[in-house]
């Protein structure tokens, strides 16, 4: 089964600066989707941005960017010139790609890290 | 499109009593989603449905807890009875299998059981 691990439950970042949030993963699998998400206090889940295993490229949406290293199996999020409404709830999370497979269609989410961003 | 739309938005029940907590999809996604949020468990997937059947339910507490996709517009989630430890926020998503989309939350629904 595939588990997904945030090791920072809680970080905090100056407003206008860079922070980065840290997520692993582990899995067998060679085709795979990651996503970050995010949760402010409405307590809606937004989706930041994706990839896509298979693509080398990393992902980019505006202000936020990750660094995909498929064989470390590691995937984070940086957040540049960070905003007030930045300030939420990150979560991590992982989808398997092939359809048949008993998980294929699961999105498995980590523990999840609160990020603070001071004036 | 209005979204993932659940209802009630928040629900507060005495112990013992049934609840149902109620899904409408995004009209076309073939995967539906039941998570539970706590402060100590986080986000807990419960059981997904893929075109109306249920795919995995190993994440159903006990069996105090069922859920059911009728048709593609909606489905509910009963908890009978009702536990104050049953507590939680609950997020219903739907998303479409193939593609590349994370799948989309609705707003969740609160339940405080006393």
């Known amino acids: 089964a595939q588990t997904v691990t945030q090791s920072q439950p809680e970080m905090s970042v100056q407003e206008a600066e860079t922070v980065t949030l840290s997520c692993t993963y582990d899995t067998s699998e060679s085709d795979y989707y990651l996503f970050w998400y995010k949760q402010p206090p409405s307590r809606q889940m937004i989706l930041v941005i994706r990839q896509e295993a298979y693509k080398q490229q990393n992902a980019t949406e505006n202000r936020f960017s990750v660094n995909f290293q498929k064989a470390a199996k590691s995937f984070s999020l940086k957040i540049s010139d960070s905003q007030l409404g930045d300030a939420a709830m990150y979560f991590c999370a992982y989808r398997s790609f092939h359809a048949g497979g008993t998980s294929y269609g699961k999105l498995t989410f980590g523990q999840g890290t609160i990020l603070t961003v001071h004036p | 499109d209005a979204g993932v739309i659940q209802s009630p938005r928040h629900e507060v029940t005495e112990m013992g009593q049934e609840v149902t907590l109620r899904c409408k999809p995004i009209?076309?996604?073939?995967?539906l989603f039941w998570y539970r949020q706590t402060m100590m468990r986080g986000l807990e997937l419960l059981i997904y449905f893929n075109n109306n059947v249920p795919i995995d339910d190993s994440g159903m507490p006990e069996d105090r807890f069922s859920a059911k996709m009728p048709n593609a517009s909606f489905s509910t989630l009963k908890i009978q009875p009702s536990e104050p430890r049953d507590s939680a926020v609950y997020f219903c998503?739907?998303?479409?299998?193939?593609?590349?989309?994370?799948?989309?939350f609705g707003s969740g629904t609160r339940l405080t059981v006393v």
């Open positions: 998503a739907s998303g479409l299998g193939p593609s590349a989309d994370g799948y989309t």
């Open positions: 009209s076309g996604h073939d995967y």
